[in-house]
């Protein structure tokens, strides 16, 4: 059997919904390939799962906080396999309501593994699928170090499979997956230690970020081991953790995996379509989300853009829009990609951060940046803080980089990804009316 269809999207997560959907909205006839659970990482083993046990995390401190308030409550325990079908429950329902929004659109589901055939055709089964447009949103998954004794801990994956809350646990990574993971655990019961290679948490990101968080994190009883590498794992009734440097981590019961993500193209035979790839297997694009063979394009994880949903949205969208609508040059600008990490507390940032700008702008670079116990921790007994920062550049004081760590991070900083987009100054700041007392106004009165 043979199909012919406008649009092919290869993968059923963020992207690849997004850039089917938008080019059946403008006419075009689509498919999606996507043999398992729509929705993608992000749905199913990922941003909505995880926000879903974080939120479970805020609500475990906001008991610990109510006594401080007056309130007679008491933390009693949490029944982990009700929170658990509740979430999955939730998830179920996304999987449906995707399903039932490639039927209302006219959108092919493809329920069979596909690969390449040739540049413009693939094959799912039996079946043979042509069109001029077909895009790879394949996204990625977790990635395990090939260590001896590896295969004893569980990744991201896994934690979403758990039965049950752990009571020891070994978190290695110092990304935001491993401290988003760490910071959930840690609030519902369990005993952490994070094994972290670098020697600071989220390596990338503006200095002040990961070590106001890591901070904050021992303050909650979190154990953070810098520049500790994990060279073998043991299991015998518990596990051991020997580092290269001869440590033993002795009685954990659970070792989570939080060391980065894989693109997936291993079942796709790209090379029979002559994709190229870049030297961490990722597919390789230019700024139209074009790789280097012509009607073949890539966006999501399975690329090297930033590995966030909206981002895969966005890139998918706009190019849908520019394959059967126009303009011909619309794409998505990577310039000023807000990042949300769900930890305790939250952080938030956009554009550059202080090394970057001093990077690309020299001394012409200012800082506001200010620390303080918001209110609502005046009155408890855990006093976690708010860190933030504005990074400025020019004789005009643009900002160039919003960085946040604490209470509300996460709701603050879209606005003010708006603000930096469209160019605001500081003086513009400086000239806002403020909303007191709230978090948010620190961003406005900071000085420096």
Request: glycine share 10%; proline share 4%.
């Amino acid at each position: 059997m043979e199909k012919h269809f406008d649009l092919i999207a290869i993968g059923g997560g963020s992207g690849g919904l997004a850039v089917a959907q938008r080019a059946a909205r403008l006419g075009a006839r689509a498919a999606l390939i996507e043999p398992g659970r729509l929705g993608g990482t992000c749905v199913n083993l990922g941003c909505v799962p995880k926000k879903v046990m974080w939120c479970a995390a805020s609500l475990a401190r906001s008991i610990a906080d109510a006594s401080d308030y007056g309130f007679d409550v008491e933390l009693r325990g949490l029944d982990w396999s009700h929170l658990k079908s509740q979430r999955d429950a939730y998830v179920a329902r996304l999987n449906a309501m995707y399903a039932e929004n490639l039927v209302r659109r006219g959108i092919e589901h493809i329920t069979l593994p596909a690969r390449f055939e040739s540049p413009d055709v693939l094959r799912a089964g039996e079946t043979i699928l042509r069109a001029p447009h077909i895009v790879i949103a394949t996204g990625g998954r977790p990635y395990l170090p090939a260590i001896p004794g590896a295969e004893h801990g569980i990744d991201s994956d896994g934690f979403f499979a758990l039965e049950r809350c752990p009571q020891r646990v070994a978190v290695v990574g110092g990304g935001y997956i491993a401290v988003e993971l760490a910071g959930i655990l840690h609030a519902l019961g369990a005993q952490v230690t994070m094994i972290v290679r670098g020697a600071t948490l989220l390596r990338g990101f503006d200095d002040m970020l990961g070590a106001h968080l890591a901070e904050e994190m021992r303050g909650e009883g979190i154990e953070i081991l810098p520049s500790t590498e994990l060279g073998a794992v043991r299991r015998d009734r518990m596990l051991t953790l020997s580092t290269t440097d001869g440590r033993q981590l002795e009685g954990r019961d659970c070792l989570l995996w939080a060391t980065g993500r894989a693109a997936n193209t291993e079942t796709l035979a790209v090379a029979r379509a002559g994709v190229a790839l870049t030297a961490t297997g990722h597919v390789a694009v230019d700024e139209l989300q074009r790789t280097n063979v012509r009607g073949v394009y890539a966006v999501g994880d399975v690329t090297a853009a930033p590995a966030l949903t909206p981002v895969a949205i966005a890139a998918g969208r706009r190019l849908a829009e520019r394959l059967f609508a126009g303009p011909p040059d619309r794409r998505l600008d990577y310039e000023h990609v807000p990042t949300v990490i769900f930890s305790n507390p939250p952080v938030g940032t956009v554009g550059l951060t202080e090394a970057q700008a001093r990077e690309r702008y020299g001394d012409d670079v200012k800082m506001y940046q200010r620390r303080f116990t918001p209110l609502f921790h005046q009155l408890t007994r855990r006093k976690p803080q708010v860190s933030l920062k504005l990074v400025t550049a020019g004789a005009d004081e643009r900002v160039v980089g919003v960085h946040l760590v604490g209470l509300n991070a996460d709701e603050i900083l879209q606005g003010f990804t708006v603000a930096v987009r469209m160019g605001v100054t500081k003086s513009q700041l400086d000239d806002t009316v403020a909303i007191h007392p709230t978090v948010a106004e620190e961003l406005v009165t900071a000085r420096g």
